[in-house]
Every structure is written in structure tokens, then in C-alpha cells.
């Protein structure tokens, strides 16, 4: 990576994104020293203009960002890092320093929906009572939705094909949550295999 620090006194703007919500969650400023300890950590470290030094964030909150990636624009004057964040991004104590929350990706809300009917154990609620039947009628419930998206697959009507497929996807959701897991879970196995061809 080669980046130009000539412009804005040696310092490049640097976009904060958070890998598994895709929300943008603040823009700080790295001159080379903060992008090399930056690299050499794996924990995001600022030139903070205020204080004129080197600014781990979370060093007093411990709300750190995780590395997961660095991207150069294409003049090499400003920096994309996608990050894990251990807890809220900005010092008024939310999420991003641009407002509280920005919608989540519809996937990773319906995850989320989950979740809390999970936690929540509703007697109304269809993820609780399909939860209370046991993992193995939720892995059926799986199968079954699978089996009926091949069916509609054979014909030709889209409506049926689709509202299967999102019973298939929904239930999947469920199992993934019921054992413990998540989107992001998978979505790391996908990308080594993308990586190995």
C-alpha cells in the first residue's frame, strides 16, 4: 500500500466502517506512524489533532476497533477500514458518531428479530415454540422447507418459488441461532473458500 501523506499537513482521512453491519462509524485522521501502528496492532490508532499525538481508540473507554481490513482510495490520499468494534464507536456512547443507529442489512435484522424472540420466549411467537420443540423438529423444519423450494423449482410459478425460498432462508436463520451461530459465521468459511479458488 502506498499512500500520499503530502496533502493536509501529512495527515490522510480515515473512514471507520464496521465489517458486519456495513455502517459507517466515524473519520479520524493517520499520519504514517499511526498507520503503522495501525498495521502492526491490528487495533486502530489515530493522530488525534486535538491532543497533537498518537490516539489508540478505546485506550480510556476500551472500546477498541479490531482490524479487519484496510483500503486506499484510488489517489491514495484516504483510508477504508473495516473494523470490529468491542462496544459504541463514538464518546456519546453510540454506535456511530453519525447518528445512533443506521438501518442494519435486512439479513442481519431478521437475525436479530431471532435473537430477541429467542431470548424473549414468547408464547406467541413461532421462534419460541418451534425452539421449544427441540433442535431436531427445528433441523426438520429445515429439511422440509428445503425439499418443497427443489418442488417449486421443477414449475414455473415465481410467487410459490420465492416464499419458499424465504422459508428455507428464515428457518435456516433459526437453526444457525438455535446452535449458536450466525451470518458471520458462515459468511467466514464462503470467503476463505473464494480466497483457495
Not at 456495513?22 to 499520519?31: D, P
Request: hydrophobic fraction near 40%; charged fraction near 25%; glycine fraction near 6%.
Amino acid at each position: 500500500m502506498i499512500l500520499d501523506f503530502s496533502k493536509n499537513n501529512g495527515l490522510i482521512p480515515t473512514i471507520i466502517q464496521d465489517y458486519q453491519t456495513q455502517q459507517v462509524l466515524m473519520l479520524g485522521y493517520m499520519n504514517e506512524e499511526a498507520l503503522q501502528k495501525t498495521l502492526k496492532e491490528n487495533i486502530v490508532t489515530f493522530f488525534s489533532r486535538s491532543k497533537n499525538r498518537l490516539w489508540t481508540k478505546g485506550e480510556t473507554s476500551g472500546n477498541y476497533l479490531k482490524v479487519v481490513s484496510i483500503k486506499e482510495d484510488c489517489d491514495q490520499d484516504t483510508l477504508l477500514i473495516k473494523v470490529i468494534p468491542s462496544g459504541p464507536t463514538c464518546h456519546n456512547g453510540t454506535t456511530s458518531c453519525f447518528a445512533d443507529e443506521t438501518p442494519l442489512p435486512f439479513l442481519n435484522q431478521l437475525e436479530q428479530v431471532i435473537e430477541d424472540r429467542i431470548a424473549n420466549q414468547n408464547a406467541n411467537s413461532y421462534v419460541a415454540s418451534l425452539l421449544q420443540k427441540g433442535i431436531n423438529k427445528i433441523a426438520q423444519k429445515v429439511g422440509e422447507e428445503a425439499v418443497e423450494l427443489v418442488i417449486e423449482a421443477k414449475d414455473n410459478n415465481k410467487d410459490l418459488f420465492l416464499k419458499e425460498a424465504a422459508d428455507l432462508l428464515f428457518h435456516y436463520l433459526l437453526l444457525l441461532k438455535a446452535k449458536g451461530f450466525g451470518l458471520t459465521d458462515v459468511e467466514t468459511i464462503l470467503k476463505s473458500r473464494m480466497k483457495n479458488g
